[in-house]
């Protein structure tokens, strides 16, 4: 089973602010299974980005994701309120998918 | 528009079973594979598993083997999970989603049902 680490836990930041998340796997993936998903209080994970660096429909270029290997970054380059949420990265080489444990973003 | 729905939460005793509903609209259903996920209270998002809508073959995640059961209606479009013999830590949310090869990943989901288990 291949395990996503997520780093840090909490990351507290003001808007305007540059946001680095992180998400390490426990065996090297093709970062064209790997997927990071926002969730806001209340509401079901929505897709940002797919294939590690792909942004989903509809999601702002302040959002980024870079990485291979084992380690993979996603960047949102300038925090909007909108953004204060909590962030999973996903991989997809195994059957069934899994989740890392979450990065929240909350405003400092 | 691809929309999925879900039925509405549920409050169940221990040892009752619960079956979640997620009709699937906009989209042909049985193209796409289904994935449920489950979101404890306060707690990450992990997948339970998914399941083959063409075929209606499912594949269990550990941990939801035994109790938890995928199955389809594919005449109207919908997916269900059932939870038998219920116990309190499966109190959570209960998410379906779809699954999208294209860019293996979850691109749809479902609004969530929560489901509590107490006495």
């Known amino acids: 089973e291949i395990v996503l680490t997520q780093s840090p836990g909490t990351l507290s930041l003001s808007p305007g602010e540059r946001a680095t998340l992180s998400c390490r796997a426990s065996?090297?993936?093709?970062?064209?299974?790997l997927a990071w998903y926002q969730q806001k209080p209340g509401q079901a994970p929505r897709l940002l980005i797919y294939?590690?660096?792909s942004r989903a429909t509809g999601v702002p270029d302040r959002f980024s994701g870079g990485g291979s290997g084992t380690d993979f970054t996603l960047t949102i380059s300038r925090l909007e309120p909108e953004d204060f949420a909590v962030y999973y990265c996903?991989?997809?080489?195994?059957?069934?998918?899994?989740f890392g444990g979450g990065t929240k973003v909350e405003i400092k | 528009q691809v929309q999925l729905v879900q039925s509405g939460s549920e409050l169940k005793k221990p040892g009752a079973s619960v079956k979640v509903s997620c009709k699937a609209s906009?989209?042909?259903?049985?193209?796409?594979?289904m994935n449920w996920v489950r979101q404890a209270p306060g707690q990450g998002v992990e997948c339970m598993g998914w399941?083959?809508?063409?075929?209606?073959?499912?594949t269990y995640a550990q941990g939801f083997t035994g109790r938890f059961v995928f199955s389809l209606d594919t005449s109207v479009s919908t997916a269900y999970l059932q939870i038998s013999s219920l116990k309190a830590e499966d109190t959570a949310v209960y998410y379906c989603?779809?699954?999208?090869?294209?860019?293996?990943?979850?691109?749809?989901w479902g609004q969530g049902t929560l489901v509590t288990v107490s006495s």
């Open positions: 399941i083959n809508t063409n075929s209606g073959n499912p």
């Open positions: 996903q991989q997809s080489v195994t059957s069934p998918l899994t």
């Open positions: 989603a779809r699954y999208l090869g294209s860019v293996r990943s979850l691109d749809s």
């Open positions: 294939g590690a660096s």
């Open positions: 065996q090297s993936i093709s970062s064209s299974y």
């Open positions: 906009g989209y042909t259903f049985t193209g796409y594979a």
